[in-house]
């Protein structure tokens, strides 16, 4: 039988479902200055260890020493967006390790850092944000070079919402979508496929969807296709989509395939792999 949870690459648990909005302090903001002046190879150094230790974020303890190195080369180098790009990443999976008021925390700083990366970058588009212009209009001014910070923004604003109730994601809907959108014309395959993923599980969490999900479904198959190695666009398109248009053959079927698939077939993502296959056999049994 089918069951179904709210989910954005990886399971959250809802914080509420009263008609509350919940509020964030969007982080639009000029890099500060460096700590200090350290050599090149030094930062080198504190980024190749931040991704060694990335690399291997499922074992005990890898997940805080990419986080402390990136963390430190930041400080030395604050307008580095590809480092805040990557410590949004953390967060990112930190959320996917908690539930409630945790993953609401770390899908905020997520978010953040996204907006960092952005300000960082483009100080055109950090004008726009911080003037209040519509979110379209501030993210038409994002380059090809934003499109992992893009999809990051989508994918962790889209996580923070849901996990607040509809209500924000109401809220929250055009600043994710125009995010998605812009990411989706840069890179299809950005996070992993976040583009698509986002945009087809946000059009599943309005309240108008009901089961008139066509477009969900084209995104979604977009979004397998983009990164067909990964396997929690799988389980989002199972537990959004199938799920919600009661489609039993289609939701085993995804569920099916992402037992059987080979985790390290994607290294990259072989810790979201596992995880992913862990829920799929558990909403099987």
Not at 77 to 84: E, I, R, S
Not at 116 to 142: C, V
Not at 253 to 279: G, H, T
């Amino acid at each position: 039988m089918i069951g179904r949870s709210h989910i954005v690459v990886v399971a959250v648990a809802t914080l509420a479902a009263s008609g509350c909005i919940a509020k964030r302090t969007p982080a639009w903001a000029a890099p500060g200055v460096p700590f200090g002046a350290v050599s090149e190879q030094i930062l080198q150094d504190l980024a190749s260890s931040g991704e060694y230790a990335w690399k291997r974020r499922a074992e005990p303890g890898q997940l805080d020493e990419a986080a402390r190195a990136w963390g430190a080369a930041l400080r030395y180098n604050p307008t580095d967006a590809g480092l805040l790009v990557r410590l949004g990443r953390v967060a990112l999976r930190r959320a996917s390790l908690t539930r409630g008021a945790g993953a609401a925390t770390q899908l905020d700083m997520a978010t953040a850092f996204a907006e960092r990366a952005l300000a960082a970058r483009n100080d055109k588009l950090l004008a726009a944000a911080r003037a209040g212009k519509p979110p379209a209009e501030i993210f038409s001014l994002a380059e090809p070079v934003d499109a992992p910070a893009l999809a990051l923004y989508a994918e962790a604003l889209l996580g923070w919402s849901m996990v607040h109730g509809t209500p924000t994601v109401l809220k929250q809907r055009d600043f994710i979508t125009a995010a998605a959108a812009r990411a989706l014309g840069f890179d299809p395959a950005a996070g992993w496929g976040a583009p698509n993923r986002v945009l087809a599980t946000l059009e599943c969490e309005l309240p108008e969807a009901k089961q008139n999900l066509r477009d969900a479904r084209d995104r979604f198959e977009a979004a397998v296709a983009a990164a067909p190695a990964y396997l929690p666009t799988r389980l989002a398109y199972a537990e959004e989509y199938a799920a919600r248009v009661r489609d039993e053959a289609l939701y085993r079927k995804l569920l099916q395939e992402i037992v059987a698939a080979d985790p390290n077939a994607f290294p990259d993502a072989a810790a979201e792999n596992a995880d992913a296959q862990k829920r799929a056999r558990g909403l099987l049994k």
